[in-house]
């Protein structure tokens, strides 16, 4: 992202925004990608949201109304389900039988734990998965800022399914897991920027990151932070 584009006047407020967007990402952050685009965008954003491929990194990707088979769209790279250090959990066939979280590389707990589970709902299915994904990798992702990587996609399926109080307290308590981790996630929400379920979930996150397309343009997007308030103007994705 380039921090010249920050709204505002001279180069002090760029200078601020990028010493902001840095210090979250050394710290850890969690990201909020909201707005009403294709699929293909939404995957566009994810891809660059994971990190180059040349660079070790663990990459988890949550698919909770994805389709697995195309979990490498999701990925940067020519990297797949597959590739070390890449774990993929199909949560979309979870929520339609009510069975156990689908996986591709490790097993998952079978006790619940921390403030957003409930014991039996899929809900903490999905949460157990992912604490257990984000211990399993520390080890590999090392304590270099910003190496682990999460991606859940989406929150609007959750919203559907368990209203807005149980998914903020999902990703309330994803994200402490994230930073303690010194990590970058993100939660694709495809509602607009000022839609009400948006604006309840924002104060679990660090950032929002907003996505459009209009017609005979390329894909763009705008960053705001909630800690300052700073937003970007609207740039190429």
């Known amino acids: 992202m380039d921090a010249r584009a920050v709204r505002g006047d001279g180069e002090d407020e760029a200078a601020r925004f990028a010493a902001e967007l840095t210090d979250l990402k ?10 009403i685009v294709s699929d293909a965008v939404r995957a566009r954003q994810t891809r660059n949201l994971m990190g180059s491929p040349r660079f070790p990194r663990c990459r988890l990707l949550a698919l909770v109304d994805g389709d697995l088979s195309r979990a490498r769209t999701y990925l940067p790279g020519n990297l797949d389900a597959q590739s070390p250090r890449v774990s993929v959990l ?57 190496r682990l990587r999460v991606g859940v996609l989406t929150l609007g399926a959750l919203l559907d399914t368990y209203g807005v109080e149980r998914i903020r307290s999902f990703v309330g308590a994803l994200g402490r897991s994230v930073r303690a981790a010194s990590g970058m ?3 694709q929400l495809p509602l607009a920027p ?41 740039m190429l994705l």
């Open 90 to 146: 199909d949560f979309s066939t979870t929520r339609a039988s009510g069975g156990t979280v689908g996986e591709t590389t490790s097993p998952w707990p079978s006790t619940p734990g921390g403030d957003a589970s409930v014991p039996g709902d899929e809900l903490s299915v999905l949460r157990m998965a992912i604490e257990r994904e984000i211990v399993d990798g520390l080890p590999a992702a090392g304590p270099v800022p910003g």
């Open 26 to 35: 050394r710290r850890g952050c969690h990201l909020l990608v909201t707005g």
């Open 194 to 234: 000022d839609a009400a379920e948006t604006e309840a979930l924002l104060p679990a996150f660090d950032a929002r990151v907003d996505l459009r397309h209009r017609d005979g343009w390329p894909p763009e997007q705008r960053w705001y932070l909630t800690t300052s308030g700073e937003t970007t103007e609207w």
């Open 185 to 187: 996630g993100h939660c």
